[in-house]
């Protein structure tokens, strides 16, 4: 492999517990970009012309990209793109609830949780708060502060689903006690100065290693950030004179429709001022876009071992077996034969097995950010992952070893020569 593996997985862990929103991903990632020589770039100001490495933020969104020494206008693009968005519990915007003797904070679903793993956990709270100037603070409640109960089964015999609209309020504190007033005293300001927030609830359990010899990774968000931690140790690692980049989407659980979603001109608009800041023309950037590829990631299913009937039988997926190629018929994923072609190679390079999933062709085929990347930029894209099991899970589980696997072969993506039409 061929980048250091003991260390991807055990860092990983730590940029888990550190980024519990797309808004938090992407702080740490821009932490760690700029560790690593990265210069910031501000969307509003001019785009800069010289060959280095770059990225900028927007809001759950960064886009990263290494701009080599003398590349001709029209070079491709080599392209590690991921979501960092996970589903969870979001906090409603009246969300102060007195229920008896207690005060409850009103939660509702994002994305496609699966509800029953969020009740009895001990939960923070973390998200953006907006201030009446329009400053922007992340903030962070990692205590134990939230706690959705389930009803005693003497009660409910049945075990019925859970209503999302009743269901889901958060024990926190006493009788008329304000949630958005806690917060405030948190962050040591006073809650008439916050005009505006996004706030969600997350375990406060640490991601840890499991099992003989530490072979699993136990963690929330593994998708997708597993995909993002793996391609971003790919960015940073990758020795090569491709143009790079690592383009990393919020919203994908919802949809990827809003202006930093993969449905976004975001890729696209820095793609072009890249070509445009290197002296080229609108014809030299859709050259470079024809000879670009687009790597997709996102976490896959691996064969679960008690439900293995709900897998296609002949495309098992085993954990600890290596990175996911991802094929559907009718596009739910974007792999064509081309792509599928160049990632086998990337994985040869990187001395790592490669499996290739198929839904069961009776069952809904999920979908990911490839699709709609692809559809915005023309650009070729191959939809990858690595194998877990409880996906959309407050607690996700993979092999340690599919980690470091993963970082591997998305760096030979970086490097390996040969896709241009």
Not at 58 to 76: D, F, K, M, Q, Y
Not at 165 to 181: E, I, M, T
Not at 192 to 216: H, K, V
């Amino acid at each position: 492999m061929t980048v250091g593996s003991s260390s991807i997985a055990r860092d990983f862990l730590a940029f888990s517990d550190t980024s519990p929103t797309p808004a938090h991903v992407v702080g740490s990632c821009g932490s760690l970009l700029k560790e690593r020589g990265f210069a910031e770039v501000g969307e509003s100001h001019g785009w800069p012309t010289a060959p280095g490495k770059y990225f900028l933020k927007r809001n759950g969104s960064l886009v990263a990209w290494i701009e080599p020494e003398s590349a001709p206008a029209h070079t491709g693009f080599r392209i590690l793109g991921a979501h960092t968005d996970s589903p969870h519990l979001r906090v409603k915007q009246h969300h102060d609830r007195f229920g008896g003797s207690v005060s409850v904070v009103a939660l509702e679903p994002y994305g496609g949780p699966i509800l029953s793993t969020w009740f009895d956990r001990d939960l923070g709270l973390a998200g953006k708060i907006v201030l009446n100037d329009l400053s922007e603070h992340l903030v962070t409640v990692a205590e134990p502060l939230v706690r959705v109960p389930n009803l005693a089964i003497h009660l409910d015999r049945e075990q019925e689903r859970p209503n999302v609209q009743k269901h889901l309020n958060g024990l926190w504190g006493p009788a008329q006690n304000s949630l958005l007033d806690f917060v405030a005293e948190h962050m040591d300001i006073n809650v008439s100065q916050i005009s505006g927030y996004e706030l969600q609830a997350f375990d406060t359990q640490p991601a840890t290693f499991l099992g003989e010899d530490d072979y699993f990774i136990s963690a929330s968000r593994l998708d997708n950030q597993a995909t993002v931690w793996a391609a971003l140790q790919a960015l940073v690692s990758a020795q090569g004179g491709h143009r790079m980049i690592v383009a990393f989407f919020d919203h994908e659980e919802v949809g990827s429709q809003s202006e930093r979603g993969a449905g976004s001109p975001l890729l696209t608009t820095v793609l072009e001022r890249i070509v445009l800041a290197s002296g080229g023309t609108r014809d030299d950037f859709h050259r470079a876009c024809a000879a670009s590829i687009m790597i997709s990631g996102d976490m896959a299913h691996g064969t679960h071992p008690n439900f293995p009937e709900k897998h296609e039988p002949l495309h098992l997926i085993g954990l600890g077996a290596g990175p996911v190629l991802k094929v559907n018929t009718n596009l739910r994923y974007a792999t064509d034969a081309r792509g599928a072609a160049f990632f086998a190679q990337a994985c040869a390079k990187a001395d790592v097995p490669m499996q290739r999933f198929v839904n069961r062709a009776d069952l809904p085929c999920g979908s990911t950010i490839g699709p709609i990347s692809a559809t915005q930029s023309g650009i070729t894209t191959v939809d990858v992952g690595a194998p877990q099991l409880a996906m959309h899970s407050i607690r996700e589980i993979m092999a340690r070893t599919d980690l470091e696997m993963y970082a591997a072969a998305l760096t030979a993506c970086l490097e390996i020569d040969g896709f241009v039409h």
